[in-house]
């Protein structure tokens, strides 16, 4: 009996990438920014998101064994939105296939370059990988779920001392036609990265997203940010955190105001600069010298052990996959009602705390 031949695989029908520097800046895309695909706890989450704006649906699902995605992990993609725009801009080619050094990588998200944190970095991709994500965002007028995860695959090229050399990975497709459409793509400060809690960061989103530059911002009801959110916290705890963030004013570029209607509750946001044209480049974050997620207080010494490494294998080397399992993969990790709060709604559950 013949042998049936095996389909080539994804990466072998895609153009190459190669990633060879980090300097780009930040640009994040919109439908990642306007709806709840990740999950903003640094604890494991495996309860799913089941979220739903009239004809947009999102559900995002996780496994037990990694967790769901987290709004960290997202950092990945956010840095490889930033290089195929970068890219365009400069008049290359991209692809869905990237290749890339995870030093880059770590230093333009702003994470330190230890052992450890290339460990923490491939747990985040067993996470992204894990996680599936079905939307009706983007499938036209006879619209239909789309099902993916946020990556295909990945791989990894180590040394016989264990030191990475490069990484591949490939994105959906669903993410790339969103990030080489240029209007569903927008520039973020790069002080992003150096904000620490899910819910400002998530809340940073929103406000990029929303109030942009308007003179008068946007006006959100708490219920609705919590809705949108994805939260699995109480909607009075979140309350609180949301008057916590307000009071502290973190958001890079923006200004909070808790505003009451009655007993409504509800937050302003209002660019600290309007005249400011936060399209224009922005400079690439480099090393902020935060402190790495998930190592709190830790310092470099001689944890710091990598530095750049522009060898990127050849062509004609093929590494081995990887099957590595993370049973402690969220050790990395430490909401919008807009002017018309009942036009969004999450589906009737999903809401609960935990």
């Given at each position: 009996?013949?042998?049936?031949?095996?389909?080539?695989?994804?990466?072998?029908?895609?153009?190459?990438?190669?990633?060879?520097?980090?300097?780009?800046?930040?640009?994040?895309?919109?439908?990642l920014?306007?709806?709840?695909?990740f999950?903003?706890?640094k604890?494991?989450?495996?309860?799913?998101?089941?979220?739903?704006?009239?004809?947009?649906?999102?559900?995002?699902?996780?496994?037990?064994?990694?967790?769901?995605?987290?709004?960290?992990?997202?950092?990945?993609?956010?840095?490889?939105?930033?290089?195929?725009?970068?890219?365009?801009n400069?008049?290359?080619?991209?692809?869905?296939?990237?290749?890339?050094?995870?030093?880059?990588?770590?230093?333009?998200?702003?994470r330190?370059?230890?052992?450890?944190?290339?460990?923490?970095?491939?747990?985040?991709?067993?996470?992204?990988?894990?996680?599936?994500?079905?939307?009706?965002?983007?499938?036209?007028?006879?619209?239909r779920?789309?099902?993916?995860?946020?990556?295909?695959?990945?791989?990894?090229?180590?040394?016989?001392?264990g030191?990475?050399?490069g990484?591949?990975?490939?994105?959906?497709?669903?993410?790339?036609?969103?990030?080489?459409?240029?209007?569903?793509?927008?520039?973020?400060?790069?002080a992003?990265?150096?904000?620490?809690?899910?819910?400002?960061?998530?809340?940073?989103?929103?406000?990029?997203?929303?109030?942009?530059?308007?003179?008068?911002?946007?006006?959100?009801?708490?219920?609705?940010?919590?809705?949108?959110?994805?939260?699995?916290?109480?909607?009075s705890?979140?309350?609180?955190?949301?008057?916590?963030i307000?009071?502290?004013?973190?958001?890079?570029?923006?200004?909070?105001?808790?505003?009451?209607?009655g007993?409504?509750?509800?937050?302003?946001i209002?660019?600290?600069?309007?005249?400011?044209?936060?399209?224009?480049?922005?400079?690439?974050?480099?090393?902020?010298?935060?402190?790495?997620?998930?190592?709190?207080?830790?310092?470099?010494?001689?944890?710091?052990?990598?530095?750049?490494?522009?060898?990127?294998?050849p062509?004609?080397?093929?590494?081995?996959?990887?099957?590595e399992?993370?049973?402690?993969?969220?050790?990395?990790?430490?909401?919008?009602?807009?002017e018309?709060?009942?036009?969004?709604?999450?589906?009737?559950?999903?809401?609960?705390?935990?």
């Amino acid at each position: 009996m013949p042998r049936r031949r095996l389909p080539p695989s994804e990466r072998a029908t895609l153009p190459l990438f190669v990633v060879a520097t980090g300097d780009a800046s930040p640009r994040d895309q919109r439908d990642l920014m306007e709806r709840p695909f990740f999950s903003l706890a640094k604890s494991r989450r495996v309860v799913p998101i089941l979220y739903q704006a009239g004809d947009v649906r999102v559900e995002v699902h996780a496994v037990a064994e990694h967790g769901m995605a987290t709004i960290w992990d997202a950092d990945i993609l956010i840095w490889a939105a930033s290089q195929i725009v970068e890219a365009q801009n400069l008049g290359l080619s991209t692809s869905r296939f990237l290749r890339f050094t995870p030093y880059h990588l770590l230093t333009a998200i702003g994470r330190e370059t230890g052992a450890s944190d290339y460990r923490l970095l491939k747990f985040a991709f067993a996470r992204l990988q894990s996680t599936v994500i079905r939307t009706t965002i983007r499938q036209g007028k006879h619209w239909r779920r789309h099902q993916f995860s946020w990556l295909n695959e990945w791989e990894e090229l180590a040394r016989r001392d264990g030191r990475i050399e490069g990484m591949e990975f490939v994105l959906p497709d669903w993410f790339y036609r969103g990030v080489i459409d240029r209007s569903l793509v927008l520039a973020i400060d790069p002080a992003y990265f150096r904000l620490k809690g899910g819910i400002e960061r998530w809340l940073y989103r929103v406000a990029r997203k929303h109030a942009g530059r308007q003179p008068h911002g946007w006006l959100f009801d708490f219920r609705h940010l919590h809705a949108k959110s994805g939260s699995l916290v109480r909607p009075s705890d979140f309350a609180i955190q949301l008057r916590r963030i307000a009071a502290r004013q973190p958001l890079p570029g923006y200004r909070l105001r808790v505003e009451r209607d009655g007993r409504r509750e509800m937050l302003r946001i209002l660019p600290a600069d309007p005249s400011r044209p936060v399209d224009n480049p922005v400079h690439p974050i480099g090393r902020s010298h935060a402190h790495g997620l998930g190592r709190s207080h830790a310092t470099p010494s001689g944890d710091r052990t990598h530095e750049p490494q522009l060898t990127l294998w050849p062509e004609t080397t093929i590494p081995g996959l990887n099957r590595e399992s993370n049973n402690t993969s969220n050790f990395l990790l430490g909401r919008e009602t807009g002017e018309n709060p009942t036009d969004d709604a999450p589906i009737s559950g999903s809401g609960s705390s935990r």
